[in-house]
């Protein structure tokens, strides 16, 4: 069975940094796109950032570029978020996602993806 086990969550002040990480049970992910989402309570799952499987391309939301970067490592068989300058609107559950393939058109689309995390609290107070 596919895991994903996200990592890294907590509670910042407004301004600070943290630092995501998924980890994958199944090597074979290095070959597949994966990306991060996040919902906030009472709104949609929404779009964070993607990343192709050999980390070559990346994408990002609007409301989060320049702040975050998304990252790899095949070797590892991880993937993380590094989250800075964070606003409080940046409260949510962050979920790690991979697809099934290793480029996917539309990476800001969550049925792109099969394979989802139990979700991590991010919580930035101002």
């Known amino acids: 069975q596919v895991q994903l086990v996200e990592s890294g969550g907590g509670l910042v002040q407004a301004g600070g940094s943290l630092r995501l990480s998924c980890a994958a049970s199944?090597?074979?992910?290095?070959?597949?796109?994966m990306g991060w989402f996040r919902q906030a309570p009472g709104k949609e799952r929404e779009f964070v950032a993607g990343?192709?499987?050999?980390?070559?391309?990346?994408y990002y939301s609007d409301s989060v570029k320049g702040r975050f970067i998304i990252s790899r490592d095949n070797v590892e068989n991880t993937m993380s978020l590094q989250m800075n300058s964070l606003k409080p609107e940046d409260t949510a559950t962050y979920y790690c996602a991979a697809s099934g393939k290793a480029v996917i058109p539309t990476p800001w689309d969550p049925v792109e993806y099969f394979y989802w995390g139990q979700g991590a609290q991010v919580t930035v107070s101002s």
């Open positions: 199944v090597r074979t992910f290095k070959y597949n796109a």
């Open positions: 990343i192709s499987w050999n980390g070559g391309t990346t």
